[in-house]
């Protein structure tokens, strides 16, 4: 994959001893004026380069404000975030956007596609920002989608894609710049049960077999399975941090679901209920 950077090409089983993601007693506090609303309070936590984390925890509880701060998109109240030992809590803006346009991959619930704007061209939109040269961008943002499966699909839009489909458009976006970190908040949350597997199928390989570090936030304790260890927040507080027991492989779990549609026909069209994706990622499951 040559649109991956070397950061992201770590094989996966190599250790290394710094952590890409430190943080130390990390506080957040929105201010609204009359009220203060502390959505985290106190968190400290490593992870390592090449890790598969999910992040648990009631709505409220604080994953979307953790994810923001790792994603560089906010910054922590107080405390300290050392991304690959670079102390990104006290960085400007501008230099925020920089990191975060280079080293961080985002996935959201609700994809986040621009309607009017084809799989591919959604695709190579982070190029443009990072100064790809142009004749650059199209190859790029084709690897990409071969990536997640959906090279057959780059000139379609997202009407005409189903939600697991959208998903791994937006999955592969986050990918083009080469990241090492990829950021997903929720994102089967709008998908059915085999979609959502088939998602995690993708982000096993892509952690596997490119090193790609994934954080995950999820409230399903069946997803949160497909990493190999689960954070659990409760009121803005990291009050669990443990291996996964029992690891799910997507790729052995997909052949024992029932296709949502077995005669193999792509359903166009319906695709806010995420259902009509019946073929799995083409990628190659090792
Ligand atoms: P989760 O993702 O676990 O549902 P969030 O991180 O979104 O939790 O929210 C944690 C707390 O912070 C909640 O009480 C929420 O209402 C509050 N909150 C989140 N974002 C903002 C914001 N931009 N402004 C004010 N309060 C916020
Ligand atoms: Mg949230």
């Known amino acids: 994959m040559s649109n991956l950077s070397p950061r992201a090409l770590t094989p996966s089983g190599e250790k290394t001893i710094q952590p890409t993601i430190r943080l130390e007693d990390v506080h957040k506090t929105y201010d609204l004026g009359e009220v203060k609303v502390n959505a985290l309070r106190g968190v400290s936590l490593e992870i390592r380069r090449g890790e598969f984390v999910a992040v648990m925890g009631a709505s409220g509880s604080g994953k979307s404000t953790l994810m923001n701060i790792l994603g560089c998109l906010d910054k922590p109240t107080r405390g300290r975030y050392y991304l690959d030992g670079q102390d990104v809590s006290a960085l400007t803006k501008n230099e925020l956007a920089k990191i975060r346009n280079q080293r961080i991959g985002f996935v959201f619930q609700q994809f986040n596609l621009l309607a009017r704007t084809s799989a591919l061209e959604n695709v190579e939109l982070p190029t443009i920002y990072a100064g790809v040269p142009i004749q650059e961008r199209e190859k790029r943002a084709r690897e990409s989608l071969e990536l997640v499966g959906l090279a057959d699909r780059a000139e379609h839009y997202p009407s005409q894609l189903s939600g697991g489909q959208q998903q791994r458009v937006a999955i592969a976006r986050a990918l083009v710049n080469g990241p090492s970190i990829l950021l997903a908040d929720e994102p089967t ?58 690891r799910l492989i997507a790729a052995e779990v997909l052949p024992t679901l029932p296709s949502v549609d077995a005669d193999g026909v792509e359903v166009l069209g319906k695709n806010a209920d995420g259902k009509g994706s019946a073929k799995g990622p083409a990628i190659s499951t090792d």
């Open 189 to 246: 949350g709008n998908l059915d049960s085999r979609t959502s597997v088939e998602i995690m199928e993708i982000l096993q390989k892509l952690n596997k077999e490119k090193g790609l570090t994934v954080v995950m936030v999820t409230h399903e304790a069946d997803i949160a399975q497909y990493a190999q260890r689960a954070l659990e927040f409760r009121d803005g507080k990291m009050r669990r941090d443990v291996a996964v027991q029992k």
